[in-house]
């Protein structure tokens, strides 16, 4: 990640105008290395394109299946001509060759190390089944690369919210440590709830030249 022109002005996007960009097989298929980008990543199972679909306003702009894993290609969505949204292959995908998931794990690794233009990860848990292995693995990634991490808790709508907010709570406790680089809310693609907070954090990153020094920010709404 690069350091960014704090002297340029960047208004804020509207993400119900996200327009399909590409779709990259490997690294080198990428769009240009500029600009601002924030990454949607996450188990095969998580909702990740549910998620950018509810945030946009635009149920068919990511691709979704029942049967987990169909994204295996990174895909780019554009805000602006500096501003994207990037849904990546979900990490334990299934069905797939064991040799097809290895030269996915390398793509998605040297995107994660190479983009200069990615400025925090939006990191996708179903709510029930919070930080599994892969999970953190990528979180574990993140700390040691300095890089901002936002973690959606999804599907909040299939929990009480005592036991959603019990979860949430108990997660923010353990990754307390961490504070400065990531931060922690509920979201619910079914009930199109959350997304408030996670404008807060998109806009931060996608606008706020000073936000890859001050990590994210985030501030609570009413729980699903």
């Excluded at 990860?121 to 029930?128: A, C, K």
Aim: glycine share 6%; with cysteine; aromatic share 6%.
């Amino acid at each position: 990640m690069s350091d960014l022109d704090t002297s340029m002005i960047v208004t804020a996007p509207d993400y119900r105008q996200a327009n399909f960009l590409l779709s990259a097989s490997k690294f080198s298929q990428c769009p240009p290395d500029q600009g601002w980008e924030v990454a949607f990543a996450g188990r095969s199972n998580a909702g990740k394109s549910s998620a950018i679909n509810s945030l946009t306003g635009n149920r068919k702009l990511a691709r979704t299946s029942k049967t987990p894993g169909r994204t295996q290609l990174i895909n780019f969505f554009s805000l602006s001509d500096d501003q994207r949204l990037v849904d990546l292959p979900g990490y334990g995908f299934a069905k797939v060759p064991q040799s097809v998931k290895k030269e996915w794990t390398r793509q998605l690794e040297t995107y994660l190390q190479e983009r200069q233009s990615l400025r925090g990860l939006v990191l996708l848990m179903d709510v029930r089944h919070p930080l599994q292995a892969f999970d953190q693995q990528m979180l574990d990634w993140a700390l040691a690369a300095q890089m901002p991490v936002h973690i959606l808790l999804t599907k909040a709508d299939k929990l009480k919210n005592g036991p959603a907010s019990s979860t949430l709570l108990k997660l923010r406790k353990q990754l307390a440590g961490h504070a400065d680089l990531v931060s922690v809310q509920l979201f619910s693609a079914l009930k199109d709830t959350g997304h408030k907070e996670l404008i807060r954090v998109l806009n931060a990153w996608l606008c706020d030249s000073s936000a890859q020094d001050e990590g994210p920010t985030a501030e609570s709404e009413p729980l699903p």
